[in-house]
T-cell receptor, first 112, second 115 residues
Framework: SQQGEEDPQALSIQEGENATMNCSYK?????LQWYRQNSGRGLVHLIL?????REKHSGRLRVTLDTSKKSSSLLITASRAADTASYFC????????????FGQGTRLTINP | NAGVMQNPRHLVRRRGQEARLRCSPM?????VYWYRQLPEEGLKFMVY????????ESGMPKERFSAEFPKEGPSILRIQQVVRGDSAAYFC?????????????FGEGSRLTVL
């Protein structure tokens, strides 16, 4: 099973509203990353939060990490139509060869 | 500064044929990862390579699939005797640092269709 699981699987909101996506994971992590994927394209890195950090900001993005609950959230404020995409969380697990393990993603639709 | 380059972008094969997907990492990157993505799903890790070494192939089917990253040239993901279930988008990513602890840079993917 996937290390990370996003919630909700799909989200549709009006332009200007805030969008919140959640990610839960199972094992101890080194860091957690969020990526965006536009339809038919590759993934683009958005933000990385380390296991000893609790919150991080980048422009209209805000990411939180709660290691006690093994969860993270991505907040996009003042959404725009161009934010329509799939968003994936990915975790770097500590044991074994370090690699990114992705969740199933949240498909975000921003309605103009 | 070219990003991660994958080719071909689209590939059509008949069952039983071979598919070869190529990936040139970003300049200066020596770590390459291959992922597979089915429609409406997340990315599933297949293999992690450094130059001339396979570091982790735990996500790659043991039969028909192989990957290499030679000293010179691109990384190659090879699928022999393709079946319809191999139809998917295959993404390559590269990084400069150790393992997957940092940001990955992705290519645009190679979309394989098996008829």
């Amino acid at each position: 099973s996937q290390q990370g699981e996003e919630d909700p699987q799909a989200l549709s909101i009006q332009e200007g509203e805030n969008a919140t996506m959640n990610c839960s994971y199972k094992t101890s992590i080194n860091n957690l990353q969020w990526y965006r994927q536009n339809s038919g394209r590759g993934l683009v890195h958005l933000i990385l939060i380390r296991s000893n950090e609790r919150e991080k900001h980048s422009g209209r993005l805000r990411v939180t990490l709660d290691t006690s609950k093994k969860s993270s959230s991505l907040l996009i404020t003042a959404s725009r139509a161009a934010d329509t995409a799939s968003y994936f969380c990915a975790t770097v697990i500590i044991q074994g060869a370090q690699k990114l393990v992705f969740g199933q993603g949240t498909r975000l639709t921003i309605n103009p | 500064n070219a990003g991660v380059m994958q080719n071909p972008r689209h590939l059509v094969r008949r069952r039983g044929q071979e598919a070869r997907l190529r990936c040139s990492p970003m300049k200066g990157h020596s770590h390459v990862y291959w992922y597979r993505q089915l429609p409406e799903e997340g990315l599933k890790f297949m293999v992690y390579l450094q130059k001339e070494n396979i570091i982790d192939e735990s996500g790659m089917p043991k039969e028909r699939f192989s990957a290499e990253f030679p000293k010179e040239g691109p990384s190659i993901l090879r699928i022999q005797q393709v079946v319809r279930g191999d139809s998917a988008a295959y993404f390559c990513a590269s990084s400069a640092g150790t393992g997957g602890t940092g940001e990955l840079f992705f290519g645009e993917g190679s979309r394989l269709t098996v008829l």
